[in-house]
């Protein structure tokens, strides 16, 4: 079996006396597309936050395509591939749409101060290439016609694929979504599932999906892995995890006796 | 099958000539130079000394206003202690020629001429003294940009109250350079810059030649910068530090520049401050009461826009110039005008926006179409 | 040694000013979360008003301020609270609460005209009442942009000379008394005589100049100047001042600063307005959802501080009895320092402040007493930058995880 694209080897994190995330193992080969799931405030958003940084793992590795990244910093991790989206939508609310998707070309430019002010064809081209991608990228997810608006005008759903596009941009090896149908109706869903696929093919990238809307997650991901009270309980193909008595109990409760 | 390519691809496929680039670089410079020299010339020759007065004042406000809002308004920090660095600016350049010109010409009196060695040695000088404050915003910026908000104010304020201290304890001023050769070390450290005195004779070459290219510099300085990448990852750390460092932007780094740059402009302002004609440098320079002026016109102008920084440092100039004849009501008003503008137009005249944008809808969309 | 604890009085002393000043600060920041850049205006106020009600109003009144009983000291303490609760209560309603929520810039900016409006204001001077015979000045309002001198009302006396002879003056001559009983005068120390005339209320004081020595009944004792008053025959007490002099002052400030912060303590603690106050510092939304009336509070805790920043500037002013103008950079500073004590001892926090209040005037005076004392506010700012990288929510304050 070949490396995978991302290695988490028993991460943990307590804040305070509670114990958010235990020893949280998983390997998503190059290609694929995972889930991560479990009722509300099971730990899967911060597992997240352990990945691209936000909170430093007390115990555990994780690499990205090989290279070791716990313990760095934020944009560091994003340089080595890793982007995110949020579930409580982070977009640069005043800046435009197209601007949100361009500064995703942030972390892969080169930038010289000399080279920003006095207008070097180098800078100018990458400007340039940075608009192109980003519209490219907006049209891909039709909202092209949205480039020039500023992005906290635009509707929930509409955000919600800014911010894959916005992550995209950073041409990432791994892209996380965190919740990515929430908010959206059914027809929405669909697309947005169809697209989610897609984006694997077209942009080679891995996929982890947390999500709460189980049509969805059963039917896009390869493997799931259940998390409650920061213990993965489960990890298997969506019809395992939907047989497992464990992900039941967890999702219903125990049934007073 | 990627519909999508990557940044370096797409960048090889769009490069400008070379040629076209130097053209433009040297285009954008003769323009600066020539509007500086119309504004000297042309306008300088229309209006009387007060109307000038304002006018240096006004360029200096600009300066100092559109580069704070590279703290303020593109990075969303919280500095209020822009008026330490201008002095740190101010203090160096007036040193600088005030000494120099004394050593090479014999007295403190300017060079007359546009263009002379002296005021060749003021252009260096209002250089070294924004060099010298960005190194002071170095200094300042890369511990406490950690600090958060509030608390960063906190320091800036305390930056500038210290300046303003340090600047008291420094030595009398010397008024020749035989004076100034025969002083023992203990007279030159720390430097003679006036003490609470204040500096004083300083060589007057602020004309609105310099003012109006140190203006343009800056301006142009300041609209590429915003409009660029790193102006960008600047903007979204105003807008949301998190989710910047997840899309790869370092935003220490890019804290630390920001007060970087802000500071040196700010020393460059100072610098054409202190040659202004009837100017003594004072300690209380670095105070708080200049730093929230230059604040002032900022926010008034719209937190991140340059257009807006500019109008509101001229406006401010302008209203404070016509209202000394209220007397002591002139800061009453001026008090009651700033509350009731926060509350009535929080966003300051433009937000965000520039001032051709909010005019001009239109233009916004070509922009982007293109 | 004497030195030493000299310094140390001073700290207690002006420490329990920044306190009291630093408290309005946090308690703003604790439940609004931004900086009241407009406080130390109101200690300036408290100040004033206190001169205006203590050179004016008194006298009118019949009492002539430098005879002032405690009681009339206590008024004048009073007004000046409820003059001051008063501008934080309006300032509150009229500057503050249209911009909640609005961002921390714009509150700061306006805080910052609320603070120029003030120092500004404060300069105007139109006469309202007439002079009204000796020692009955014009009363003007606002302030106007002259210093004044703060009437006495807390006699500048040590609570610990020893008074080493009584008796009556044999003689007066000019700068020269003849006393009826024998003293000796120690190296090194100082001596002031207080002579009593006959029906006056109170001493007139001279300091003693003669050179150390035994002196008999009846022999010449050189003193500085003798007012007149004195008279053969008048009572005098021969006084010798002490090593490290405890003036009736600092200890006026001190047990004042004290009461007013333990009342406030419990206040905050033990009275269900401050469960309120602490819930609403907390979370005001959730606060709120519990049924606190967010607003009222919100006013209340606005008039605490500055009727305790009133408080602070009447002592103040009994201290530094020379009142500059409303704008005067000294002001400036002294809010700046009690802020700055906020700060380090952890805005939000009411032990923080005054902790932080003792701790810059620890830091300041025992800087200008042994290093320099043109350097004293970089201490306070110097401490001010250590104590932030160090711990960036100062001493006492709690750190908060934003979550994602
Ligand atoms: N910064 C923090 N400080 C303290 N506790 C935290 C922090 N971040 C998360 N937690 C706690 O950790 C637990 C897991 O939270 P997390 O957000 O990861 O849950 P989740 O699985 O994403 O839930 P949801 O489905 O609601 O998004 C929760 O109990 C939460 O309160
Ligand atoms: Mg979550």
Same mark, same amino acid.
């Given at each position: 079996?070949?490396?995978?694209?991302?290695?988490?080897?028993?991460?943990?994190?307590?804040?305070?006396?509670?114990?958010?995330?235990?020893?949280?193992?998983?390997?998503?080969?190059?290609?694929?597309?995972?889930?991560?799931?479990?009722?509300?405030?099971?730990?899967?958003?911060?597992?997240?936050?352990?990945?691209?940084?936000?909170?430093?793992?007390?115990?555990?590795?994780?690499?990205?395509?090989?290279?070791?990244?716990?313990?760095?910093?934020?944009?560091?991790?994003?340089?080595?591939?890793?982007?995110?989206?949020?579930?409580?939508?982070?977009?640069?609310?005043?800046?435009?749409?197209?601007?949100?998707?361009?500064?995703?070309?942030?972390?892969?430019?080169?930038?010289?101060?000399?080279?920003?002010?006095?207008?070097?064809?180098?800078?100018?081209?990458?400007?340039?290439?940075?608009?192109?991608?980003?519209?490219?990228?907006?049209?891909?997810?039709?909202?092209?016609?949205?480039?020039?608006?500023?992005?906290?005008?635009?509707?929930?759903?509409?955000?919600?694929?800014?911010?894959?596009?916005?992550?995209?941009?950073?041409?990432?090896?791994?892209?996380?979504?965190?919740?990515?149908?929430?908010?959206?109706?059914?027809?929405?869903?669909?697309?947005?599932?169809?697209?989610?696929?897609?984006?694997?093919?077209?942009?080679?990238?891995?996929?982890?999906?947390?999500?709460?809307?189980?049509?969805?997650?059963?039917?896009?991901?390869?493997?799931?892995?259940?998390?409650?009270?920061?213990?993965?309980?489960?990890?298997?193909?969506?019809?395992?995890?939907?047989?497992?008595?464990?992900?039941?109990?967890?999702?219903?409760?125990?049934?007073?006796? | 099958?990627?519909?999508?390519?990557?940044?370096?691809?797409?960048?090889?496929?769009?490069?400008?000539?070379?040629?076209?680039?130097?053209?433009?670089?040297?285009?954008?410079?003769?323009?600066?130079?020539?509007?500086?020299?119309?504004?000297?010339?042309?306008?300088?020759?229309?209006?009387?000394?007060?109307?000038?007065?304002?006018?240096?004042?006004?360029?200096?406000?600009?300066?100092?206003?559109?580069?704070?809002?590279?703290?303020?308004?593109?990075?969303?920090?919280?500095?209020?202690?822009?008026?330490?660095?201008?002095?740190?600016?101010?203090?160096?350049?007036?040193?600088?020629?005030?000494?120099?010109?004394?050593?090479?010409?014999?007295?403190?009196?300017?060079?007359?001429?546009?263009?002379?060695?002296?005021?060749?040695?003021?252009?260096?000088?209002?250089?070294?003294?924004?060099?010298?404050?960005?190194?002071?915003?170095?200094?300042?910026?890369?511990?406490?940009?950690?600090?958060?908000?509030?608390?960063?104010?906190?320091?800036?304020?305390?930056?500038?109250?210290?300046?303003?201290?340090?600047?008291?304890?420094?030595?009398?001023?010397?008024?020749?350079?035989?004076?100034?050769?025969?002083?023992?070390?203990?007279?030159?450290?720390?430097?003679?810059?006036?003490?609470?005195?204040?500096?004083?004779?300083?060589?007057?070459?602020?004309?609105?030649?310099?003012?109006?290219?140190?203006?343009?510099?800056?301006?142009?300085?300041?609209?590429?910068?915003?409009?660029?990448?790193?102006?960008?990852?600047?903007?979204?750390?105003?807008?949301?530090?998190?989710?910047?460092?997840?899309?790869?932007?370092?935003?220490?780094?890019?804290?630390?520049?920001?007060?970087?740059?802000?500071?040196?402009?700010?020393?460059?302002?100072?610098?054409?401050?202190?040659?202004?004609?009837?100017?003594?440098?004072?300690?209380?320079?670095?105070?708080?009461?200049?730093?929230?002026?230059?604040?002032?016109?900022?926010?008034?102008?719209?937190?991140?826009?340059?257009?807006?920084?500019?109008?509101?440092?001229?406006?401010?100039?302008?209203?404070?110039?016509?209202?000394?004849?209220?007397?002591?009501?002139?800061?009453?008003?001026?008090?009651?005008?700033?509350?009731?503008?926060?509350?009535?137009?929080?966003?300051?005249?433009?937000?965000?926006?520039?001032?051709?944008?909010?005019?001009?809808?239109?233009?916004?969309?070509?922009?982007?179409?293109? | 040694?004497?030195?030493?604890?000299?310094?140390?009085?001073?700290?207690?002393?002006?420490?329990?000013?920044?306190?009291?000043?630093?408290?309005?600060?946090?308690?703003?920041?604790?439940?609004?979360?931004?900086?009241?850049?407009?406080?130390?205006?109101?200690?300036?106020?408290?100040?004033?008003?206190?001169?205006?009600?203590?050179?004016?109003?008194?006298?009118?009144?019949?009492?002539?301020?430098?005879?002032?009983?405690?009681?009339?000291?206590?008024?004048?303490?009073?007004?000046?609270?409820?003059?001051?609760?008063?501008?934080?209560?309006?300032?509150?309603?009229?500057?503050?609460?249209?911009?909640?929520?609005?961002?921390?810039?714009?509150?700061?900016?306006?805080?910052?005209?609320?603070?120029?409006?003030?120092?500004?204001?404060?300069?105007?001077?139109?006469?309202?009442?007439?002079?009204?015979?000796?020692?009955?000045?014009?009363?003007?309002?606002?302030?106007?942009?002259?210093?004044?001198?703060?009437?006495?009302?807390?006699?500048?006396?040590?609570?610990?000379?020893?008074?080493?002879?009584?008796?009556?003056?044999?003689?007066?001559?000019?700068?020269?008394?003849?006393?009826?009983?024998?003293?000796?005068?120690?190296?090194?120390?100082?001596?002031?005589?207080?002579?009593?005339?006959?029906?006056?209320?109170?001493?007139?004081?001279?300091?003693? #100049? @003669?050179? &150390? !020595?035994?002196?008999?009944?009846?022999?010449? *004792?050189? $003193?500085?100047?003798?007012?007149? =008053?004195? %008279?053969?025959?008048?009572?005098?007490?021969?006084?010798?001042?002490?090593?490290?002099?405890?003036?009736?002052?600092?200890?006026?400030? #001190? @047990?004042? &600063? !004290?009461?007013?912060?333990?009342?406030?303590? *419990?206040? $905050?603690?033990?009275?269900?307005? =401050?469960? %309120?106050?602490?819930?609403?510092?907390?979370?005001?939304?959730?606060?709120?959802?519990?049924?606190?009336?967010?607003?009222?509070?919100?006013?209340?805790?606005?008039?605490?501080?500055?009727?305790?920043?009133?408080?602070?500037?009447?002592?103040?002013?009994?201290?530094?009895?020379?009142?500059?103008?409303?704008?005067?950079?000294?002001?400036?500073?002294?809010?700046?320092?009690?802020?700055?004590?906020?700060?380090?001892?952890?805005?939000?926090?009411?032990?923080?402040?005054?902790?932080?209040?003792?701790?810059?005037?620890?830091?300041?005076?025992?800087?200008?007493?042994?290093?320099?004392?043109?350097?004293?506010?970089?201490?306070?700012?110097?401490?001010?930058?250590?104590?932030?990288?160090?711990?960036?929510?100062?001493?006492?304050?709690?750190?908060?995880?934003?979550?994602?």
């Amino acid at each position: 079996m070949s490396r995978p694209i991302l290695d988490i080897e028993k991460i943990a994190i307590a804040f305070g006396g509670l114990k958010a995330v235990q020893d949280f193992t998983l390997r998503l080969p190059t290609g694929g597309l995972y889930g991560l799931i479990g009722p509300n405030g099971a730990g899967k958003t911060t597992v997240f936050n352990l990945l691209t940084g936000v909170y430093t793992p007390q115990a555990g590795t994780i690499a990205v395509d090989g290279t070791r990244v716990e313990g760095t910093r934020p944009h560091e991790i994003a340089a080595q591939g890793l982007s995110r989206t949020f579930q409580n939508i982070r977009l640069f609310g005043l800046l435009s749409v197209v601007d949100n998707v361009m500064l995703g070309c942030h972390v892969r430019g080169r930038h010289g101060l000399a080279g920003t002010i006095l207008h070097s064809p180098r800078h100018v081209a990458q400007e340039r290439a940075m608009r192109r991608r980003a519209m490219e990228l907006l049209s891909l997810f039709d909202l092209a016609s949205a480039a020039g608006e500023q992005a906290k005008n635009l509707s929930y759903g509409d955000q919600r694929r800014v911010e894959i596009c916005r992550a995209l941009a950073t041409e990432p090896k791994v892209l996380l979504l965190d919740e990515p149908a929430a908010g959206m109706n059914p027809q929405e869903k669909k697309e947005l599932q169809a697209l989610i696929r897609s984006l694997r093919d077209r942009f080679g990238v891995s996929i982890l999906l947390i999500e709460h809307d189980m049509g969805v997650v059963m039917d896009i991901c390869e493997r799931i892995t259940v998390l409650d009270y920061g213990e993965t309980i489960a990890e298997g193909t969506p019809t395992e995890i939907q047989r497992n008595p464990k992900v039941i109990e967890a999702y219903l409760g125990t049934e007073a006796a | 099958m990627s519909p999508v390519s990557k940044l370096d691809e797409q960048a090889a496929l769009v490069m400008p000539d070379r040629g076209r680039a130097a053209l433009n670089a040297l285009v954008t410079g003769l323009a600066c130079i020539a509007a500086a020299l119309l504004v000297h010339f042309v306008v300088g020759s229309m209006v009387g000394p007060f109307v000038t007065r304002i006018m240096l004042d006004a360029g200096v406000m600009i300066i100092l206003a559109v580069s704070l809002n590279i703290v303020n308004g593109f990075t969303g920090q919280f500095s209020i202690g822009h008026a330490g660095f201008m002095a740190v600016g101010a203090y160096v350049a007036a040193g600088i020629t005030y000494y120099s010109s004394l050593a090479l010409f014999g007295s403190y009196q300017a060079q007359t001429g546009l263009i002379s060695v002296g005021s060749l040695i003021f252009a260096a000088s209002a250089l070294v003294g924004g060099l010298a404050a960005a190194g002071a915003g170095w200094v300042v910026g890369l511990p406490s940009l950690r600090l958060r908000g509030d608390y960063l104010a906190i320091v800036t304020l305390g930056f500038g109250e210290i300046v303003r201290v340090l600047l008291q304890q420094s030595n009398p001023q010397l008024f020749s350079w035989d004076e100034t050769r025969a002083a023992s070390l203990k007279e030159l450290v720390p430097p003679p810059l006036g003490g609470a005195q204040g500096f004083q004779s300083i060589p007057t070459y602020t004309s609105l030649f310099w003012v109006a290219l140190f203006v343009a510099i800056t301006l142009v300085f300041c609209f590429r910068l915003k409009r660029s990448s790193e102006g960008r990852a600047m903007l979204s750390i105003r807008e949301d530090e998190i989710a910047a460092q997840a899309m790869g932007v370092n935003i220490t780094n890019l804290k630390v520049r920001a007060f970087m740059f802000a500071s040196f402009f700010a020393g460059v302002g100072g610098a054409l401050y202190a040659h202004q004609l009837g100017t003594a440098l004072r300690p209380t320079d670095a105070g708080f009461a200049r730093s929230f002026e230059i604040l002032i016109a900022v926010v008034l102008g719209g937190l991140g826009s340059i257009s807006g920084a500019a109008l509101a440092a001229v406006l401010l100039t302008v209203a404070s110039a016509l209202m000394i004849e209220l007397g002591p009501w002139r800061m009453v008003l001026y008090a009651l005008a700033l509350i009731l503008i926060m509350i009535f137009r929080p966003g300051g005249l433009f937000g965000v926006k520039e001032a051709w944008e909010v005019f001009g809808g239109l233009w916004r969309r070509k922009a982007v179409a293109r | 040694m004497g030195d030493l604890l000299q310094t140390l009085i001073t700290v207690i002393s002006v420490g329990s000013l920044y306190a009291l000043i630093a408290l309005g600060y946090t308690m703003v920041y604790g439940i609004l979360k931004f900086i009241n850049f407009a406080h130390s205006d109101v200690v300036v106020i408290g100040a004033w008003t206190s001169f205006t009600t203590a050179a004016v109003l008194l006298p009118r009144l019949g009492v002539t301020p430098t005879e002032a009983p405690w009681w009339a000291a206590a008024g004048v303490l009073m007004l000046a609270m409820v003059v001051c609760g008063l501008v934080g209560f309006c300032v509150e309603r009229f500057a503050y609460r249209p911009l909640r929520g609005a961002p921390r810039l714009n509150v700061l900016i306006t805080a910052i005209g609320v603070s120029l409006f003030f120092q500004n204001f404060g300069q105007l001077k139109y006469e309202v009442l007439k002079p009204d015979g000796p020692g009955k000045p014009a009363m003007s309002l606002p302030f106007g942009a002259q210093p004044q001198g703060m009437p006495r009302l807390v006699g500048s006396r040590a609570l610990n000379d020893a008074t080493v002879s009584r008796g009556t003056l044999a003689g007066v001559d000019g700068a020269v008394v003849r006393l009826s009983e024998g003293v000796s005068l120690e190296e090194r120390r100082q001596y002031s005589i207080r002579v009593t005339p006959a029906g006056a209320p109170r001493a007139i004081e001279a300091m003693v #100049v @003669a050179p &150390a !020595g035994r002196y008999e009944p009846g022999q010449d *004792l050189r $003193v500085g100047f003798m007012p007149a =008053g004195a %008279a053969p025959g008048s009572a005098y007490a021969l006084v010798r001042s002490a090593r490290v002099p405890i003036q009736l002052v600092d200890v006026a400030i #001190v @047990a004042t &600063a !004290g009461l007013l912060m333990v009342l406030l303590q *419990l206040l $905050v603690y033990r009275t269900k307005f =401050g469960m %309120a106050m602490r819930a609403v510092s907390f979370n005001t939304t959730t606060a709120s959802l519990m049924g606190v009336a967010v607003n009222r509070v919100i006013s209340l805790t606005f008039v605490l501080g500055t009727s305790l920043a009133a408080a602070a500037g009447f002592l103040y002013s009994l201290k530094y009895v020379t009142l500059q103008q409303t704008a005067h950079q000294g002001w400036v500073l002294l809010g700046l320092k009690a802020f700055v004590a906020a700060v380090v001892g952890g805005i939000g926090n009411i032990q923080g402040a005054v902790l932080g209040g003792f701790l810059i005037a620890f830091v300041e005076q025992f800087g200008a007493r042994y290093i320099s004392s043109d350097l004293r506010d970089v201490y306070v700012f110097g401490v001010l930058i250590l104590v932030l990288l160090l711990r960036p929510t100062g001493i006492l304050g709690s750190t908060v995880r934003e979550k994602v």
